[in-house]
């Protein structure tokens, strides 16, 4: 009875079909950039001074420059490690008082300017940027300044609340309507922030984004390995990872040539809604189809498949997979995730791994970005780091497997942060070469984690598997930025200490997991339990058969393994 990668070797395994849905779901990854690290750009907060119309108007009796003005009326910086006065002070002064003269105004009240009194900033700020951001038409300055970390913890929080209702809707529902409907849903919300009247509103269309749009990105993601056979499983998975960090170098320009957050916003929201043409564009995945029994559907689009890729259907293409009547249909659940032994140790090494990820990623880009320079050029460049890592993760996984790339990356990232501890602050390109080096580290992981989480659950609780562990992930987006600026307070090296520490155990975690290079992805709770059993079982069957059959079956004993395993099931 053959099975979908058997047909898929008849009718193509990626062929004109495969490329045409790969582009268009990769899409979804692209698009997915600008929601998860588009607070750079949204929420940048530039040097700003504390808005006083009195001094407005004797720099303009006097026809002071701007230098002259700030360095007459603005407070200079305070104690190393406290907020900087001359962005969130003022002197109480009365600018209109005729006492004041034009040149160094103050003298004549005190003979010291730290005597003078400072007060709040009454009238608002004044920012020095010809754009604008939700930080400077809202104010999130100074003791408001939280709120724009609260603005980032919202999405993260959707994607959290999101990880599990929507993982439910892909496996329960199919990965299309899936794709679809959260897609609709973040578009709208995408444009509801860009006209949001006011900050808390603006909080509920981020947060109901967040909700949905990781669905999106996931659902987007197990649809692409789950229309090629095992051959271009990883080759796909990693492009389309690839094309997030394609969205990151393209909202960098996006961000540059439309410095107003609103227009930014609208600029990367209205195109999704393009994204609905996979209704036409993108079929069901056969493989859920034929795991909630639906038989004749997935024989259609196996169907269809090989028209498009101009290849004859097989002959036995009608015994797909069990007739209706005769299985029980399987849907996705919960306990399933932990109902076996190695099912439950996956699940905790993957949330783990996940959690890690999300901590080390975007805590050293908080690092990268704490160093200042040019925002632009920063964020393009931290984006190009990501595509040698995509590199290095495709000439090593089929030649060393899923494993060890994973772990040594691990193992690389934390030792990276380890090392930034120790480098001067006077070598900076030391510290940023360190930093790129722990960001291409995990990186790979990030990608290595996805693919890992992918191969290891059954097909009916796949996207639910990976929806579940990646919600640590977003927990970990949640805490990372006050971990990271807490921690500051008490020691600048102690963030990086802790950085070092997660990595180096998510390295020796990841070696307890088995490797599913070459392995097909399992159908049922028991092709995934045995696994680990079926890996290391695999090598000395491969050397019998080696040596028994002809030169042409060696390229695939994996295969021909599986089939074998699948004809007793």
Known sequence: MPTVDDVLEQVGEFGWFQKQAFLTLCLLSAAFAPIYVGIVFLGFTPDHRCLSPGVAELSLRCGWSLAEELNFTVPGPGMEGEAFPHQCCSYQVDWNQSALGCVDPLASLASNRSHLPLGPCVHGWVYDTPGSSIVTEFNLVCENSWQVDLFQSCVNMGFFLGSLGVGYVADRFGRKLCVLATTLISAISGVLMAIAPDYTSLLLFRLLQGLVSKGSWTAGYTLTTEFVSLGYRRAVAILYQMAFTAGLVLLCGVAYAIPHWRGLQLAVSVPTFLFLFHYWCVPESPRWLLSQKRNSQAIKIMDHIAQKNGKLPPANLKMLSLEEDITEKLSPSFADLVRTPHLRKHT?????????????????????????????????????????????????????????????????????????????HDLHWLS??????????????????????????????????????????????????????????VWQGLPLILFAVLSLVAGGLTLLLPDTKGVALPETIEDAENLQSSYRKVKPKEKKIYLQVQTSEVKTPERGTSQGAEGQR
């Open 348 to 424: 905790c090494i993957l949330m783990y791994l996940w959690f890690t990820s999300s901590v080390l990623y975007q805590g050293l880009i908080m690092h990268v970005g704490a160093t200042g320079g040019n925002l632009y050029l920063d964020f393009f460049y931290s984006a190009l780091v990501e595509f040698p890592a995509a590199l290095i993760i495709i000439l090593t996984i089929d030649r060393v497997g899923r494993l060890y790339p994973l772990a040594v990356s691990n193992l690389v990232a934390g030792a990276a942060c380890f090392a930034m501890v120790f480098i001067s």
């Open 432 to 489: 940023m070469v360190a930093a790129c080096v722990g960001r291409m580290g995990i990186t790979i992981v990030f990608q290595m984690v996805c693919l890992v989480n992918a191969e290891l659950y059954p097909t009916f609780i796949r996207n639910l598997g990976v929806m579940v562990c990646s919600s640590l992930c977003d927990l970990g987006g949640i805490i990372t930025p006050f971990l990271v600026f807490r921690l500051v307070e």
